[in-house]
């Protein structure tokens, strides 16, 4: 394969602002954000509460717009995109994973993990939502309601909706932050089983060191701005 076909951003950011407007003036959530991150790679997105980590992951998403800058996300220019376009290209080409799970209360497990490929007007959208939930172990909760579902079972629905439309960029937010430590690594390598499976890009939002140390790269954020990136030294094998 080409190695710069292969290695070309999935994500770029250049010299991304966001300021919100609040009572008290102008507040700014994002101050310059440079970032690029090559197809495939796993970053780690660090910092303490209020640094800007879930919005950068927002505007990433296009569930935000910046204030300035230039975003281009698996090759398309976010700006060029109105709302539809948008909601188009999160459904073919990015799973998101969330702390709070997000799945709707009134469907089941199955309906849940159909729903984005519906959107895509996929036929097969039942076959491949069964597939995804065999996949994450939960065949046997096809048919259960969110509320009858564990924490732990509730986010690998979410992980199994966010990666059954073969995503290339997986965004995750605190995806173990309501859970208890050992379901948390239990989601955790399962998260990073299936990305490596797959081969897509994950940009991972975390307060885990531990979690962030098996990425390829940690960025820290503090104040909205880039502070640090490291990228771990990889051991030659033969």
């Known amino acids: ?12 950011l250049e010299g991304v602002h966001v300021t919100l407007p609040s009572r008290a003036g102008a507040v ?39 204030t300035a800058g230039h975003i281009s996300v698996v090759g398309t220019d976010l700006s060029t995109l109105n709302e539809d376009g948008l909601a188009r290209l999160r459904a073919s080409n990015i799973g998101i994973v969330f702390q709070s799970f997000h799945l709707v209360p009134t469907m ?25 939930l065999a996949e994450v172990g939960l065949s046997h909760r096809e048919t259960h309601f969110p509320g009858q579902l564990s924490g732990g079972e509730q986010q690998r629905v979410a992980i199994a909706r966010a990666l059954s439309t ?11 932050g309501n859970l208890d430590l050992a379901t948390g690594a ?25 979690l962030a140390k098996r990425c390829d790269r940690t960025v820290s954020l503090a104040d909205g701005r880039i502070v640090s990136g490291r990228a771990k030294r990889r051991v030659a094998t033969s």
């Not at 089941?108 to 995804?132: K, W």
């Not at 073969?166 to 173990?176: G, N, Q, R, S, V």
């Open 108 to 132: 089941t497990a199955v309906e849940n993990v159909a729903l984005p490929l519906e959107f895509l007007n996929r036929g097969d959208a039942f076959e491949i939502a069964r597939a995804a």
């Open 1 to 12: 394969m080409d190695q710069t076909l292969k290695q070309r951003p999935a994500i770029h």
């Open 186 to 210: 239990q989601v955790m390598d399962l998260l990073f089983e299936m990305k490596e499976r797959t081969g897509a890009t994950l940009l991972l939002i975390t307060h885990d060191n531990n």
């Open 28 to 66: 700014a959530i994002l101050r310059g954000i440079d970032l690029s991150v090559p197809e495939g790679e796993a970053v780690a997105v660090v910092g303490p509460s209020g640094s800007g980590k879930s919005t950068l992951l927002m505007v990433i998403a296009g569930l935000e717009r910046a």
């Open 166 to 176: 073969k995503p290339t960029l997986i965004l995750a937010d605190e995806p173990t």
